[in-house]
């Protein structure tokens, strides 16, 4: 099998390469393709990937192309991990947005709009490109905001794109070792958007386990969602969330936190991977061991400024294994491939899983998965508090694929208003202002013009 890695000089390419080393059963990939625009990317990737697999005499083969064409012909799976605008564009969103004193986190609030705004239309390249090219390849998109990229690119692909996400299996794995459970063999009930979610339940072997650690605050403290979110306040929710939450329960917070720090954190993974591949220009640079060093820096600075808002403290071990989007990557690429029926948590269409969303709204809730693909289960109905917030986050994502689509400063405008983090349209017009005056990607936004047909959400 062949896999195409969209984004292939990416920094976290090697996470998915040591997945797919990992795995020796019949029918696994055998060959990996490599895309990216930037050469010194590509080949930094290629070296690491190089060093992971010596020693390993049936590891795949790894290619790397400039050319998107070529990269994707003969794809039996296509990975997409892009990021347009790089990450100048991910500190531009942060700044632009603090500057009028609201959240600039990539993928909540004001800064996932304008990542949002500028992605669509590429990713909605991609999967025509995809379709004409490789119609019978399957894509599973990490791209953030990877629920809206996901729904953008459903559009053109239907069911063959799969959004993945780590956070919700990270959530899930940690509330079960807490609660002295195998993760593997928990059930988890979760459901909403991506990074806009809720643990509800946890289940082994039958029997709900989530009261058991809602009713105990010495163990709701004892894992990082507890020490971010706070006993009382799981307490008061009677479900765990997501930690992309404490963005919205918290805001003020998390906002004046981003606001006082010298660096944000697009800011510093900006420096801290130009640092990295430019050391990586230098032969005698030990690739797969730098890389290592890198990672490890990142994954422990990991929203660092909601922990301390939190007084969470620093990350311990077993925060930082979260299973790994690169685990799912594999786990559904084994599902699809060999037909091994599985159950994960993804970012697909709705169907009928959630009442209060229409069929083709992109939500992440379990999986079954097979040769056929992922399937929605059924849950249970969302509580009203997160009913207001998953409508109303659904909206923003509904209008800024409007916006892509119609080139409307309007729907733009209208996308940021409409967001539960951006308390005014005045705020909202002057946002799309700044972003369009920093973002060469958002020309395309018209100063004047009709707003398009509304999308619904």
Request: net charge negative; glycine share 10%; hydrophobic share 40%.
């Amino acid at each position: 099998m062949k896999l195409t890695i969209l984004g292939g000089g990416g920094f976290r390419v090697p996470l998915v390469y040591g997945a797919l080393l990992a795995d020796h059963a019949e029918g696994r990939v055998s060959a990996v393709t490599l895309y990216d625009t930037d050469v010194d990317r590509l080949t930094a990737m290629a070296r690491v990937l190089t060093e992971q697999a010596e020693g390993i005499p049936d590891a795949p083969t790894v290619a790397a192309t400039t050319e998107l064409d070529e990269a994707l012909r003969g794809a039996d799976f296509v990975f997409s991990a892009i990021r347009v605008g790089g990450l100048a564009g991910r500190a531009a969103d942060e700044r632009v947005a603090l500057d009028e004193g609201v959240l600039g986190q990539e993928t909540v609030g004001a800064g996932g709009i304008a990542y949002g705004l500028r992605t669509v239309p590429v990713a909605v390249d991609l999967a025509r490109r995809i379709a004409r090219l490789a119609p019978q390849a399957w894509v599973i998109n990490f791209t953030n905001p990877a629920g809206l990229v996901t729904e953008a690119m459903s559009r053109h692909l239907g069911d063959r794109v799969i959004g993945i996400c780590d956070s919700p299996v990270g959530l899930g794995r940690r509330i079960a070792r807490v609660l002295g459970a195998d993760p593997d063999r928990a059930r988890i009930d979760y459901v909403g958007l991506n990074h806009l979610g809720w643990v509800r339940g946890l289940y082994v072997e039958g029997r709900d386990e989530l009261p058991r650690l809602l009713a105990d605050p010495e163990l709701l403290g004892s894992f990082e969602e507890g020490r971010l979110f706070g006993a009382d306040w799981l307490c008061s929710l009677g479900a765990i969330p997501n930690e992309y939450l404490h963005y919205y329960y918290f805001n003020r917070e998390a906002v004046r936190a981003y606001q006082d720090v010298e660096q944000t954190r697009g800011a510093f993974l900006r420096e801290q991977q130009e640092g990295f591949y430019g050391r990586m220009k230098d032969p005698a640079t030990p690739a797969l061991a730098t890389w290592d060093r890198t990672r490890a820096e990142r994954e422990a600075t990991y929203m660092s400024e909601n922990r301390d808002v939190a007084g969470a403290g620093e990350r311990d071990e077993s925060d930082l294994d979260s299973g790994g989007y690169e685990q799912v990557a594999l786990a559904l690429m084994r599902a699809v491939a060999r037909n091994e029926q599985t159950s994960l948590i993804l970012n697909v269409r709705n169907r009928r899983t959630l009442a209060v969303l229409d069929a083709d709204a992109v939500i992440e809730a379990p999986c079954l998965v097979d040769a056929n693909g992922a399937r929605p289960v059924a849950v249970d109905p969302l509580p009203y508090h997160a009913v207001g917030l998953v409508t109303a986050v659904k909206a923003v994502e509904r209008a800024v694929l409007d916006a892509a689509a119609s080139g409307s400063r309007a729907d733009a405008v209208r996308a940021f208003a409409l967001h539960p983090l951006v308390d005014s349209v005045s705020v909202a017009r002057r946002l799309v202002d700044g972003y369009t005056k920093v973002h060469p990607g958002l020309s395309y936004l018209r100063r004047e013009g009709p707003s398009s047909t509304r999308g619904g959400g």
